[in-house]
């Protein structure tokens, strides 16, 4: 079994429309919960960070952690073609962080 | 964030052949990490240097393969030694801030092709 999972796509999204993404990871125990970005051929960049079960908020970000499901999302809402990329989630667990594949996200004029 | 530079982006390199990839931090960092992205691939963490230790390797990666340096708190060097074509990869530096490893930031990559 995979420490962090997801699903790897392509998944299509509309312009306008809102594109979720999941997770699941399988260390009970983490505590930091990190989504990536990675335009093809450039480096992963950080675009929200949560800690704490609920929703965390961050302009057309929304990531949602549910620590009992062993779950975290993503929410991009108002998709623009800009938004075209691979998504990474990383989990903060037995003291590294642990990537997912990724998800790749191609938003659809 | 952190500014991160690397040298070189890129190189192309032949079979048995050794190079060595920089990270540069624009401020002082306790922990550096080196990952690996192989083509398709998500990131593997290769190891966790640290200034004035031996480096921490991952279950997979040898010092003799990836010899890590680490000579102050705003550099580090990752040498691929006698390389394959399986080595062909995008290697990426990263850290953390004040002293807050999970939360990592990436330098730009050095993208490695093995002839």
């Known amino acids: 079994q995979k420490e962090v999972e997801q699903n790897s796509g392509p998944l299509s999204v509309p312009e306008g429309a809102i594109a979720s993404l999941n997770c699941t990871y399988s260390?009970?125990?983490?505590?930091?919960f990190f989504w990536y970005r990675q335009y093809s051929g450039k480096s992963p960049e950080l675009i929200m960070s949560?800690?704490?079960?609920g929703d965390k908020e961050d302009g057309r970000f929304t990531a949602q952690l549910n620590k009992a499901s062993q779950y975290v999302s993503l929410l991009i809402r108002d998709s623009q073609p800009s938004d075209s990329a691979t998504y990474l989630c990383?989990?903060?667990?037995?003291?590294?962080?642990?990537f997912g594949a990724g998800t790749q996200v191609v938003v659809t004029p | 964030s952190a500014v991160i530079s690397q040298k070189p982006s890129r190189d192309i390199c032949q079979r048995g052949t050794s190079l060595t990839i920089q990270c540069q931090v624009d401020s002082q960092v306790t922990m550096m990490f080196w990952y690996r992205q192989q083509p398709g691939q998500s990131l593997t963490l290769i190891a966790t240097a640290n200034q004035g230790s031996e480096a921490t390797y991952e279950s997979g990666f040898v010092i003799d393969k990836f010899p890590i340096s680490r000579p102050n708190l705003t550099f580090s060097t990752l040498t691929v030694s006698n390389m394959s074509p399986e080595d062909s990869s995008i290697y990426l530096c990263?850290?953390?801030?004040?002293?807050?490893?999970?939360?990592?930031?990436f330098g730009p990559g050095t993208r490695l092709l093995v002839l």
């Open positions: 990383a989990v903060y667990s037995w003291g590294k962080l642990q």
């Open positions: 260390d009970r125990g983490s505590q930091s």
């Open positions: 949560i800690y704490s079960n």
């Open positions: 990263s850290t953390g801030l004040a002293g807050v490893q999970e939360t990592q930031y």
